[in-house]
């Protein structure tokens, strides 16, 4: 499967920002999908994941509150809602598709490029 993220930008804090990422392929509803992000100079942490029907959601608890995420599986597509946006939460987002919501990198096997999220305070 392959993934395009897509919706970042510059946002004031307190603002809010939503995500997509899409999937190529007919198998999008058979895996986990999730969401990291990466600041410079700092290892890429998770954010959020989603179960294979949305049935289960979990999240960073840095974020817990904050963003939602979701997913449609008719569209291919998954879906980070921001919201009461932070400077620290500035970092390049990147969705992930697996077969488990794990937290870890190697939880998720296909990752799209990226998209910039920058908070100015």
């Known amino acids: 499967v392959q993934l395009q993220a897509s919706g970042g930008g510059l946002v004031q804090a307190g603002g809010s920002l939503r995500l997509s990422c899409a999937a190529s392929g007919r198998t999008f509803g058979m895996y986990a999908m999730g969401w990291f992000r990466q600041a410079p100079g700092k290892e890429r942490e998770f954010v959020a994941s989603?179960?294979?029907?949305?049935?289960?959601?979990f999240y960073a608890d840095s974020v817990k509150g904050r963003f939602t995420i979701s997913r449609d599986n008719a569209k291919n597509t998954d879906y980070l809602q921001m919201n009461s946006l932070k400077p620290e939460d500035t970092a390049g987002y990147y969705c992930?598709?697996?077969?488990?919501?794990?937290?870890?990198?190697?939880?998720?096997?296909?990752w799209g490029q990226g998209t910039q999220v920058t908070v100015s305070s």
């Open positions: 992930a598709a697996g077969y488990s919501t794990g937290r870890r990198v190697n939880d998720y096997n296909y």
């Open positions: 989603i179960s294979w029907n949305g049935g289960s959601t």
